[in-house]
């Protein structure tokens, strides 16, 4: 947190028992200030109720009707059970976990390794700008391009075939669970370069000193990174897996895109499966009932995951 | 205390916020305000809104004639994307943002809404066509809900094979009357080195292309029955079509299922396409890539069996008047006039498709011979599987028939009519009670 914060004035954090602000301090609030500092608060606590609480109240109160967008009948819980005894729903669980892990291990792993292993070369720069570059283009253009790569006979297929790797040809995209593997790679292509730029913003508060230390007392290396610059990386770890893990759990456009979650539902996600039953389908209830398990499911990982991590130190 | 940086008359951080929130107001409000896309249109226009941005040019022509006979015109508006066209009109054909006329599909997709009480019946208006001679009776049905029609068919379009003129004369190849000699041309042009069959559908609608028409090649009764509940899925015909389509995938006949029919084009010109089975409509988009009658030609998929009766798919969209059109008189006149021979000149000439009016002929060589043709042998005209059955049945078999053509497998094809079998008991159950 202390990465976002400004560092906050003494002065406005001093207790009012403070002898030394005695007589400088008025001796009571005005009362006026929660007054006044509710009405600051207002337009921002409106437009978050109106914008998120309530919509996502009308979810969940939706999520218990059979509900066609003409005609509405309570159901009571029936479109949970529905839910979780189709295995279509199993299996975009399982993809979204797949994507979790994948995203976890390679646009973060790698980011971080890119940013540790280029930041002090002298052509790092050029090497991070290379990486960098496909961050720039919208989810949409990259899921194209992939499109065009990842088809059969498409760019990846011509290229094993020009190389004689023909036994290597594969249908990425409609093999399960090949197609969601390379979806993940596509992403990957597209989001290290943010990781990169975290990490390096990361590596750049590091003060100096504590590395030349390691580097006097002969660490180097792996040894440097793992016992020195990784831990002093940790609020920007925390921050990059905590995004990394939301964005995976609610991607979207590039499998509607690359595969629109099949062939069937192999390579649905949990985003898509809400999408089909809500839009393709017209059945806002069991959509929305997906919408509230994947909002239950990414509050909880954020939680755990943040609760673990931001425990303070002495805590 | 003096300010830090001396000059002019400088914006203090509560007249910036103040003003800030006072242009964020008047833009909520601005964008609460009704758009000129849901407000009555002006005199003399209707409204209609359509998920093909394409058309406009269309109904234009077809306006002219329409403003001839009745003094309106079509003012069209269009969502490209077909889902944020679906949500849009469930929503405001419900209130009075609708637009006076809006395109939607026949069969069930029509039926699902019309249930809702939020179209006009124009029984009338049919009455009045088919009077006239201007439409098929046999179409009223697949627009007709417990005794009323729900519009009036926007296109007609028929699915057929388009065949590479050149691959076939270079191959010796005559335009096949049997389904033998269909099978004898997919493997000439196999053993010439060109994949017979360009065939889309891995992850999209278009698996059921293939599937609807074997079934209708085969057995064309059953398609009707299995379609309306009045069959299974694992019946003897859907058993046969799949291994027909299973052998026909092992005899190498079809392209990879991850193709696209925008590919065609591209294949002509290589010397690569040979046939493509799709729907007539697609013919407009090969004219405006440059392609002409000599290059595309139509036939239509044989009977499986000399003895079957030839039938073909139709596709067909509808013309609805929402009950809260702003100018729902208006827009029922333009429906009673769309069928009008003269204004279908006007719309086919611009789609170069088909037309439910069959005095309405386009004037492309190429769909006008196919029309002609249909006209003279008059097969029995199938409802399209995509409107054919309730959506969320047909939504998840074609997703099942996509995988059938990843992995066309026989066994596949046993377990994925299974599959459809179990989805067609749970959703005509959901379908009935409703």
């Known amino acids: 947190m202390t990465l976002t914060q400004p560092p906050v004035p003494q002065e406005a954090v001093a207790s009012p028992d403070d002898p030394t602000r005695a007589s400088a301090a008025p001796p009571h609030r005005p009362r006026r200030a929660p007054l006044a500092g509710a009405a600051f608060l207002a337009p921002a606590v409106a437009l978050v109720v109106l914008l998120l609480v309530v919509p996502f109240a009308f979810t969940i109160y939706r999520s218990f009707f059979d509900d066609n967008g003409f005609t509405r009948s309570w159901v009571g819980l029936d479109n949970y059970t529905a839910m979780f005894a189709d295995p279509a729903f199993g299996q975009s669980v399982l993809n979204t976990f797949f994507w979790v892990v994948g995203t976890l291990l390679l646009p973060v792993g790698l980011g971080l390794a890119i940013a540790v292993g280029t930041w002090k070369l002298k052509l790092g720069a050029v090497a991070r700008f290379a990486v960098i570059l496909p961050y720039a283009i919208s989810g949409s253009a990259t899921a194209v391009v992939w499109t065009f790569m990842l088809s059969t006979d498409g760019g990846l297929d011509t290229l094993l075939r020009l190389l004689g790797l023909d036994p290597l040809v594969s249908q990425w995209l409609l093999q399960w669970p090949l197609n969601t593997v390379m979806m993940i790679i596509a992403t990957t292509w597209q989001a290290t370069g943010a990781c990169v730029i975290l990490f390096l913003v990361g590596l750049q508060s590091i003060p100096p000193s504590t590395l030349e230390a390691a580097q006097l007392d002969g660490a180097s290396g792996w040894r440097l990174f793992w016992a020195v610059t990784f831990p002093q990386l940790r609020p920007m770890t925390i921050v990059v897996v905590g995004i990394s893990i939301v964005g995976s759990l609610k991607v979207f456009d590039q499998v509607l895109l690359l595969t629109n979650g099949g062939p069937g539902t192999a390579s649905e996600t949990l985003a898509l499966t809400m999408y089909r039953e809500t839009f393709t389908l017209s059945r806002y209830g069991s959509g929305a009932a997906v919408a509230v398990f994947l909002t239950v499911v990414v509050v909880a990982a954020s939680y755990a995951y943040l609760r673990r991590q931001l425990r303070p130190a002495n805590g | ?434």
């Open chain 2, 1 to 434: 205390m003096p300010h830090p940086i001396p000059g002019g008359p400088s914006m203090t951080r509560r007249t910036a916020l103040a003003l800030g929130g006072a242009g964020l107001l008047t833009a909520t409000l601005a964008a609460c305000a009704r758009g000129t896309d849901t407000r009555p249109s002006a005199p003399g226009t209707v409204t209609l809104n359509s998920d093909n941005p394409t058309w406009g040019p269309g109904y234009d022509a077809a306006s002219d004639v329409l403003a001839a006979r009745i003094g309106y015109r079509i003012t069209s508006r269009s969502i490209a994307s077909v889902a944020n066209y679906n949500q849009i009109i469930r929503m405001t054909a419900q209130t009075n943002s609708t637009t006076d006329l809006i395109k939607w599909t026949n069969g069930y997709r029509l039926q699902d809404i019309a249930r809702a009480d939020i179209l006009t019946d124009l029984n009338e208006v049919w009455d009045d066509a088919i009077g006239r001679g201007w439409v098929d009776p046999a179409q009223r049905a697949s627009f007709t809900y417990e005794g009323k029609a729900y519009g009036v068919p926007l296109y007609k379009s028929y699915y057929a094979v388009f065949y590479s003129k050149r691959a076939f004369a270079e191959n010796g190849i005559d335009v096949p009357t049997t389904f033998d000699d269909l099978m004898s041309a997919a493997q000439t042009l196999k053993d010439a080195g060109i994949t017979p069959f360009l065939a889309p559908g891995a992850t999209t609608w278009e698996s059921e292309i293939w599937f609807m028409q074997l079934l209708a090649s085969l057995d064309p009764d059953y398609y009707a029955a299995v379609t309306t509940n009045q069959a299974s899925y694992v019946d003897d015909p859907a058993r046969a079509a799949m291994d027909l389509w299973s052998t026909m995938y092992s005899d190498g006949f079809f392209s990879a299922p991850d193709v696209t029919s925008n590919d065609l084009p591209g294949l002509v010109s290589e010397g690569r396409f040979g046939m493509m089975l799709y729907g007539t409509w697609f013919a407009n988009t090969l004219l405006a890539s440059g392609l002409t009658d000599d290059d595309i030609g139509f036939f239509r998929v044989p009977p499986h069996a000399s003895s079957t009766a030839p039938a073909v798919i139709v596709e067909s969209g509808s013309l609805s008047v929402p009950v809260k059109a702003h100018r729902r008189d208006a827009a029922v006149d333009v429906a009673r006039n769309w069928l009008a021979t003269d204004v279908q000149e006007a719309w086919v000439g611009f789609l170069g498709d088909t037309s439910p009016n069959p005095a309405a002929l386009p004037k492309s060589d190429l769909v006008k011979d196919l029309a002609a043709g249909i006209a003279a042998e008059g097969p029995t005209e199938l409802i399209r599987y995509w409107e054919a059955s309730p959506t969320p049945l047909v939504e998840g078999n074609v997703q099942d028939l996509g995988s059938f053509m990843v992995t066309p497998s026989k066994a596949h094809g046993e377990s994925t009519l299974r599959s459809m079998e179990a989805r067609a008991r749970t959703e005509w159950k959901i379908w009935d009670a409703a």
